[in-house]
């Protein structure tokens, strides 16, 4: 189960700026939360004296909530993910087709998650989402 806050908000209160909003959840809240954490910066407000303000949360909650929606479930790659090692040979798996590695060869997963795939994606509670 997610940690039912994300950034300012818990999750009642998203589901509530939810329907304040009229937009239909068609998955799972708990993805949408990931995805707020990884790229909603709403547990980062900080100003530039150094202070967080819910009120600057709240704007930015309102503004993007929509977005974001679309965002969770457009952008989503995978789910239920362990890791990034996990990610990793499950992508080199399902997506790298030209490519099949030996089976006398060994593939550091983590290395490849670590060097190369983290920087294309964000992977958040179970999450995989892509970034660009």
Same mark, same amino acid.
């Given at each position: 189960? /997610?940690?039912? $806050?994300?950034? /300012? !908000? ?7 700026? *939810? ?13 949408? #939360? ?5 790229? #909603? ?8 004296? #150094? $202070? ?5 949360? +709240? ?5 993007? *909530? ?6 969770? @479930? ?16 499950? /992508?080199?798996?399902?997506? +790298?087709?030209? !490519?099949?590695?030996?089976?006398? *060869? ?5 290395? $490849?998650?670590? @060097?190369?795939?983290?920087?294309? !994606? ?6 995989? !989402? $892509?970034?660009?």
């Amino acid at each position: 189960m /997610y940690q039912n $806050t994300y950034g /300012y !908000f818990a999750a009642e209160e998203i589901e509530q700026a *939810l329907e304040d909003q009229g937009i239909a959840l068609e998955y799972d809240i708990e993805q949408l #939360g990931a995805y707020i954490d990884a790229f #909603g910066w709403l547990g980062n407000v900080e100003l530039p004296d #150094g $202070t967080r303000r819910r009120q600057f949360a +709240e704007e930015a909650l309102a503004d993007n *909530l929509a977005k974001w929606v679309y965002n969770a @479930n457009e952008y989503l790659y995978a789910e239920n993910i362990e890791s990034g090692a996990a990610f990793a040979e499950y /992508y080199l798996d399902n997506y +790298e087709t030209e !490519f099949r590695v030996p089976s006398y *060869l060994v593939v550091d997963y983590e290395a $490849t998650w670590d @060097n190369n795939l983290r920087h294309d !994606f964000a992977l958040v509670n179970g999450y995989v !989402f $892509t970034d660009n």
